[in-house]
């Protein structure tokens, strides 16, 4: 069974600091996407950044970028320049790929990252 | 519409009472899941719908849960007789399908909390 798993419950950073949560999985599958999400406190989650496993080039969107070491199982998000606004519950996911694959997401336990003035 | 949208975005029911859960998707997508999402946990798959068709149902904890999407697009995820344990944020997702490389992400709604009492 695909697990997903991000051992910081809590984390802290200084406003325009850097900060990076970890994730790490576990899964048989060779083709699957990877997800963070963002959860602020009005329970919508919103999309960070996505990487196929296919592509061995990390994604970045703006200040958000991943190292995803697939050998390794392990995809962390570093935030450049923290903001405020990036104070929020960040979700890793994972998602079967392929062709009639439904989307179905696998969550982590998420992290509750604080962006301090 | 522009997103996801759910009803009522809070829900207080005296156990053993049956509530009912509505969620409208974006127009156009055929998948829809539902995920329950206890309070400081990340959500948990419960159903996924193809159009009309409830395709996984895995995920529902009990045979107090009952989800449907009879005409493809709005869903409503009825609980029977609930209990305390029901109480979490249930979040409702849609996306494109079948899964498509260009385009793999579930857009999420604001999710209902219900409260059991």
């Known amino acids: 069974a695909q697990t997903v798993t991000q051992s910081q419950p809590e984390m802290s950073v200084q406003e325009a600091e850097t900060v990076t949560l970890s994730c790490t999985y576990d899964?048989?599958?060779?083709?699957?996407?990877l997800f963070w999400y963002k959860q602020p406190p009005s329970r919508q989650m919103i999309l960070v950044i996505r990487?196929?496993?296919?592509?061995?080039q990390n994604a970045t969107e703006n200040r958000f970028s991943v190292n995803f070491q697939k050998a390794a199982k392990s995809f962390s998000l570093k935030i450049s320049d923290s903001q405020l606004g990036d104070t929020a519950m960040y979700f890793c996911a994972f998602s079967w790929g392929g062709s009639g694959n439904t989307g179905k997401l696998i969550f982590g336990q998420g992290t509750t990252l604080q962006v301090k003035p | 519409g522009a997103g996801v949208s759910q009803s009522p975005r809070y829900k207080v029911a005296k156990r053993g009472q049956d509530v009912a859960l509505r969620c409208d998707p974006i127009?156009?997508?055929?998948?829809l899941f539902w995920y329950q999402q206890a309070l400081g946990q990340g959500p948990e798959f419960l159903t996924y719908?193809?159009?009309?068709?409830?395709?996984?149902k895995s995920g529902l904890p009990s045979d107090r849960f009952f989800a449907e999407r009879p005409e493809g697009s709005v869903s409503t995820l009825k609980i029977q007789r609930t209990q305390q344990e029901d109480s979490a944020v249930y979040l409702c997702?849609?996306?494109?399908?079948?899964?498509?490389?260009?385009?793999?992400?579930?857009?999420f709604g604001q999710g209902t909390r219900l409260t059991v009492v």
């Open positions: 899964t048989s599958e060779s083709n699957y996407y």
């Open positions: 997702a849609s996306s494109l399908a079948p899964v498509r490389p260009s385009k793999p992400e579930a857009f």
């Open positions: 127009s156009g997508h055929v998948s």
């Open positions: 719908f193809q159009n009309e068709a409830q395709l996984d």
């Open positions: 990487q196929e496993a296919y592509k061995q």
